[in-house]
Every structure is written in C-alpha cells, then in structure tokens.
C-alpha cells in the first residue's frame, strides 16, 4: 500500500542533491538559516540559495519602500482582512510545471461561482505553440455566461499575448507557475516521449538523456513532437522564442529585457519546487479561501533518471534563458513569503493538513491509475464523496464540463 501524501507531478530526477519530499517537509525557519556561498546556480536541492537569508530579501524590501510606487493589485500590501475577492484570472499555463493541477484549482474555483471562461471549442488547449488572438475563441457558441460582454477567467494552454487577452478579459489578475530547467526539461523529455527520436539515432544506449544533451539541435526538429518547447520552453509559453543557436551574452541582454516586461505584468509567479507555499501567497494575494486552494494532483511522473553534473551543466547552457527567468522569479516569490507576515509556517502547516485530510479522505491508497504510461495518477475511492470527485477532476474534464455549461445546454454533468 503506498503512502499517501500530496505530489506535484514531479518526474524523478536523481542527482546530488535532496529529494523533493525533503525539501517540502523543510520549515520557512530551515530555509531561512540555509547559507551556502559556494553554490551561484540554484538547483532543486539548492533553492536554499534564493532563500530570504542569502538575499537579505527583508532589507531589499526595505530600501525599496522609500522609492517604490504604490502596490499594486499584485501587492501583498494591499491584502487584509477587508480584501475584495479576485474572480477575473488569466492563467498562463505553462508545459511540464504542475500547470495541470494548477488549472484545476483556478477552474474549481470560477465553475462553483459560476464565472464565465474562454474555452476552446473542442478539447482543452487553445494553442500549444502560438500566443493568444482573439479569434481562437468562438463568442458567439459559447458566450460569456449571465449576458455578460467579458470572460472572467482563461486557463487553457495557449502562449502568452497581454495584448490580445485584455481585450477579452479587462482588468485581470494574471498568473503563471515556473519550473527549475533541469526538472522541467527532464520532464518533457519523457512525457513527449523525445526518447524516441534518440533511441533511432543510438540504439542500446541506456542514458538517452545525455545523449539528447549532447546535441538537442540534431533532435529537435519539426519531426518530433513538441520540439519547440526544447529550448527554453518555459519563456517559449510567456511569448518570448529564442533560436537553437542562442546561448549567448546577446540572448541573456535580451531575456533580462524581457524578464523586466514579464515582471511588471505579471501579478504572481508561482514556483512549482515551492507549490504549496506559493499557492498560500496566491490565497492571499487573490482573497480566496484555503478551501479554494485545496489540491489532489492530477498526475505523477512514470519515469526515473539519473542526470549527472555534466549533463546538468550541458541542459543549464543550453537553456540558460529559462534559468534565469526562473532564478529571478524564484526571488519575487521569496520577497512575497516575506511580506506575508508571521503566520506563514503556521498557515503553512495547516494548509498541508488539509491537503493530507483530502487525500485520506478521497484517494484509494491501494491503487493507481497507470493507463497512460507517461504517469500516475491517484484512483477515488468508490465511496468518494461530491467533493471529491470535483477536486479530482483534471483540465481536461473541467473544460468539457464548463464548455458544455456556457453552451447553455441541459445534458452537462452536474453535482
């Protein structure tokens, strides 16, 4: 019977470094007093790094309170006790990050308020490659609900383009989640099954990893799928492509350009090696309840790999652009926990508890759903209650079901 406990879809990376369970039981205190100076690159073990001790992250905030213009909506600051719900949400969802589980809280929430989404018209993906027009969306079949002249909510797969998605949802908060490169490389090398492509090249070889990181140009062509997100994907998503060949001092002068662009326009940026704590910031940020942020994960990775240092400094080179990306939103993420308050690890704690309870409560400790063979997923109870069997519903069945709810017709599923 295995154990129970909540999981982000996270591939199984092996290298020199702690586990990401340990990381998850570690105290906001532990991380805090975590310093290691001979560490400039953050990796899954070594988040320590960006921690709130090694920036000095308070005193940053600080220095800044006397120049700094008023917070934003996307400010902790303005949080409180009186706070205004937000219920207008652009989610952009990421490849390979837990965005699917991300996109299910988002969609929970505005299905059980009855909040209007632009879907797609069949599926569950917008565009995998492309940014966000307008004319992705059918209005007039499946029009914002209540007479409503606006959507209040996106969380499909499509790539980032404010431009074109302000004009269907004014006025909203926007929201993505990141992941380390090496995690997330890794973890689209399986699940697009790029393994493939390699076997073909070198037959018997048993790090097909490595290999691909020995010349990802000589992989990732139109030929395979999902190439393009083999080359920092992650920015690839937030609408900015970079070459094969880019990996020089010119790309890092444009991506900290656009880091900056990124950075005034996104209201929070979730960091999929920190889920829980980041969704505690997104609870307060956005006014929702803990129940709101309750999660089962909707899949766990199938495959195991050993990444060795020389591979990861290869995959570091070579998407150099998602790392720093990453390593600055890792810190606005740590400058957030700081402004959060003293009841952070308390709330911290009951957060996970509830999570434990969910899981106690709703999941089949003796089962697991392998049909897919890219991952697992967690099987119900058969005597799983009505809110279970929401809480378990992926990206795919919740945009079925609103779809089918804002094409106002009477043979959508309903509890």
């Known amino acids: 019977m295995q ?49 709130l001790a090694d920036f000095n992250i308070e ?6 309170s006397s120049t700094s213009p008023e917070p934003t909506h996307g400010s902790l600051s303005n949080v409180g006790t009186d706070c205004k719900q937000v219920t207008k949400v652009v989610y952009i969802k990421t490849h390979k990050t837990a965005s699917s589980t991300m996109a299910s809280i988002i969609q929970r929430f505005g299905d059980s308020r009855n909040l209007s989404f632009a879907v797609p018209t069949r ?20 029009p914002p609900l209540n007479g409503g002249t606006h959507y209040d909510i996106l969380t499909n797969h499509v790539g980032y383009n404010r431009h074109e998605m302000e004009a269907v949802i004014p006025n909203a908060t926007y929201v993505t989640v990141l992941r380390h490169p090496v995690n997330q490389l890794v973890s689209a090398f399986a699940y697009f099954e790029w393994t493939k492509a390699v076997k073909s090249y070198r037959r018997g070889s048993a790090d097909l990893f490595a290999i691909f990181m020995e010349s990802p140009t000589k992989f990732l ?13 992650q920015l690839y998503d937030l ?17 900290h350009k656009y880091i900056e662009v990124l950075d005034r326009e996104l209201d929070l940026v979730l960091i ?14 956005l ?83 392998t049909k897919d063979r890219r991952e697992r997923k967690y099987v119900l109870k058969t005597t799983a209650s009505k809110k279970c069997f929401k809480m378990s519903f992926d990206d795919i ?19």
Not at 19 to 48: F, H, V, Y
Not at 221 to 233: A, D, L, R, S, V
Request: charged share 25%; glycine share 6%.
């Open 221 to 233: 062509t139109g030929k395979m799928k999902f190439w393009w997100q083999g080359h920092n994907g």
């Open 3 to 51: 154990e129970l406990r909540p999981a982000h879809g996270l591939i199984n990376v092996t290298v020199s470094l702690p586990t990401q369970s340990s990381i998850q039981n570690r105290s906001l205190a532990d991380l805090k007093n975590d310093k290691n100076s001979s560490i400039t690159e953050p990796t899954q073990g070594s988040l320590k790094n960006l921690s």
């Open 397 to 415: 069945q919740y945009t079925n079901i609103i779809r089918k709810k804002q094409l106002k017709t009477n043979d959508w599923f309903v509890f």
């Open 239 to 255: 609408g900015f492509k970079t070459q094969n060949k880019d990996t020089s001092n010119k790309l890092d002068d444009r991506v």
């Open 272 to 285: 999929t090696e920190y889920f829980d704590e980041s969704l505690l910031i997104m609870k307060k940020q």
């Open 287 to 369: 006014c929702w309840s803990m129940d709101d942020i309750v999660y089962i994960s909707k899949g766990l990775g199938a495959s195991h790999y050993i990444i060795t240092q020389q591979t990861r400094d290869k995959l570091l080179k070579w998407n150099r652009g998602d790392l720093l990306l990453y390593q600055h939103f890792n810190r606005t993420l740590w400058e957030k926990i700081a402004q959060y308050g003293p009841t952070f690890e308390g709330d911290l704690k009951q957060f996970r508890g509830k999570l434990q309870e969910t899981l106690t409560e709703c999941i089949d400790p003796s089962k697991m759903n």
């Open 59 to 64: 005193q940053k905030i600080e220095n800044r």
């Open 123 to 142: 599926g569950h993906v917008l565009s995998s490659r492309y940014g966000f027009k307008q004319n992705m969306l059918n209005i007039a079949k499946y």
